[in-house]
């Protein structure tokens, strides 16, 4: 079963505006990272952050963790068109796998 | 340098047949992990390998699945006996090592039975 449960499952915008999905897991975590897939194929990593960090920016992302409400958002500034995508998060509990939560669909209109 | 190849990009078979999907992780990684995707969810975490040896198997849904590699390289896994919903894209990833942060993804193999 997952782990991570993301919402919404699906987000449409206008370009330019802001996204913001967000990701709950039930177990303790060394890290959580999110990924991002297009057109349902390769995965691709956008971020990760650690059980100790609270807050993290790369480009136009900008990820939050709250290990006290076991939960995470991904933040997409000034989105565009190419972000059109599936984004998972992934939960690292400190074994060899990563638990993928369902997903969020979102969809940046032109 | 390459990323992490899988082949075939699709594979359509009828139920009952076997079926070997084919991933090539980048070189040098020892990780490698098999993941399975349904339409419209989540990965699930089939198999890794660390080197050649699985440590763990756990995530495979049943017996008609078994996975291998070979030359801490190529990786086989293979579907004995396909039902319908074996289909799914089936994902590969490799990192340098078990614990390492990132699992760089190959492009999937689309596998439809009918």
């Known amino acids: 079963s997952q782990q991570g449960e993301e919402d919404p499952q699906a987000l449409s915008i206008q370009e330019g505006e802001n996204a913001t999905m967000n990701c709950s897991y039930k177990?303790?975590?060394?890290?959580l990272q999110w990924y991002r897939q297009n057109s349902g194929r390769g995965l691709v990593h956008l971020i990760l952050?650690?059980?100790?960090?609270r807050e993290k920016h790369s480009g136009r992302l900008r990820v939050t963790l709250d290990t006290s409400k076991k939960s995470s958002s991904l933040l997409i500034t000034a989105s565009r068109a190419a972000d059109t995508a599936s984004y998972f998060c992934?939960?690292?509990?400190?074994?060899?796998?990563?638990?993928f939560g369902e997903g969020t669909q979102l969809t940046v209109n032109p | 340098g390459a990323g992490v190849s899988q082949s075939p990009s699709n594979k359509v078979t009828e139920k009952g047949k076997d079926v070997e999907l084919r991933c090539d992780p980048i070189?040098?990684?020892?990780?490698l992990y098999w993941y399975r995707q349904r339409l419209g969810q989540g990965l699930e975490f089939l198999i890794y390998?660390?080197?050649?040896?699985?440590?763990?198997k756990s995530g495979l849904p049943s017996d008609r699945f078994s996975a291998e590699r070979t030359g801490e390289s190529v990786s086989t896994l293979t579907i004995q006996r396909t039902q319908q919903e074996d289909s799914a894209v089936y994902l590969c990833?490799?990192?340098?090592?078990?614990?390492?942060?990132?699992?760089?993804f190959g492009p999937g193999t689309r596998l439809t039975v009918l």
């Open positions: 990833a490799s990192s340098p090592h078990v614990n390492a942060d990132t699992q760089y």
């Open positions: 177990t303790s975590i060394n890290n």
């Open positions: 952050i650690r059980s100790n960090e």
């Open positions: 992934a939960t690292d509990e400190g074994g060899s796998r990563l638990t």
């Open positions: 070189s040098g990684h020892t990780a």
């Open positions: 390998f660390q080197g050649n040896s699985a440590p763990d």
